[in-house]
């Protein structure tokens, strides 16, 4: 996959247009909410990345015209994954800029948007509960 290197400002406008729910919803890709998760935890550290990730993801999503129901929308596990995810993977990095942290995420095999299934099954993924609340995983421990 070829994949361009993104600047500081391309990183700053995306958190911006996300925040201020103008991001195209076709741009909020998997590669956009890792982006998040890596900015959020550099700027607030975990668990106030994941309050700030839950409160700008489910205001996103009401302003692209989407709803967050049972079955769309906001998502508790994989929001918390990805938070922790992202905040193991900054405490091995050496240089923890903004830029060389989210280029390095998303080029590092989290870019799977597919990653979660190595440790959870669709069912329980993918589950009115997982959607609604924190769910442990079912296959194996998440390893960073």
């Given at each position: 996959m070829?994949?361009?290197?993104?600047?500081?400002?391309?990183i700053?406008?995306?958190?911006?247009?996300?925040?201020?729910?103008?991001?195209?919803?076709?741009?909020?890709?998997?590669?956009?909410?890792?982006?998040?998760?890596?900015?959020?935890?550099?700027r607030?550290?975990?668990?106030?990345?994941?309050?700030?990730?839950r409160?700008?993801?489910?205001?996103?999503?009401?302003?692209?015209?989407?709803?967050?129901?049972?079955?769309?929308?906001?998502?508790?596990?994989?929001?918390?994954?990805?938070?922790?995810?992202a905040?193991?993977?900054?405490?091995?990095?050496?240089?923890?800029?903004?830029?060389?942290?989210?280029?390095?995420?998303?080029?590092?095999?989290?870019?799977?948007?597919k990653?979660?299934?190595?440790?959870?099954?669709?069912?329980?993924?993918?589950?009115?509960?997982?959607?609604?609340?924190?769910?442990?995983p079912?296959?194996?421990?998440i390893?960073?």
């Amino acid at each position: 996959m070829t994949y361009t290197l993104l600047t500081e400002k391309d990183i700053l406008d995306l958190l911006h247009q996300f925040e201020a729910g103008t991001l195209p919803k076709a741009a909020w890709t998997h590669e956009a909410h890792l982006v998040m998760a890596i900015a959020y935890n550099l700027r607030y550290g975990r668990d106030a990345a994941l309050e700030q990730a839950r409160k700008n993801i489910t205001r996103f999503n009401e302003a692209v015209g989407g709803t967050n129901t049972d079955h769309s929308g906001y998502h508790e596990t994989i929001t918390r994954c990805w938070i922790w995810v992202a905040e193991k993977f900054l405490q091995q990095q050496e240089d923890k800029s903004l830029t060389t942290a989210c280029n390095a995420f998303i080029r590092s095999r989290y870019s799977d948007r597919k990653w979660l299934l190595h440790y959870y099954s669709a069912a329980v993924l993918f589950s009115v509960e997982a959607r609604k609340s924190w769910v442990e995983p079912d296959i194996a421990p998440i390893e960073i």
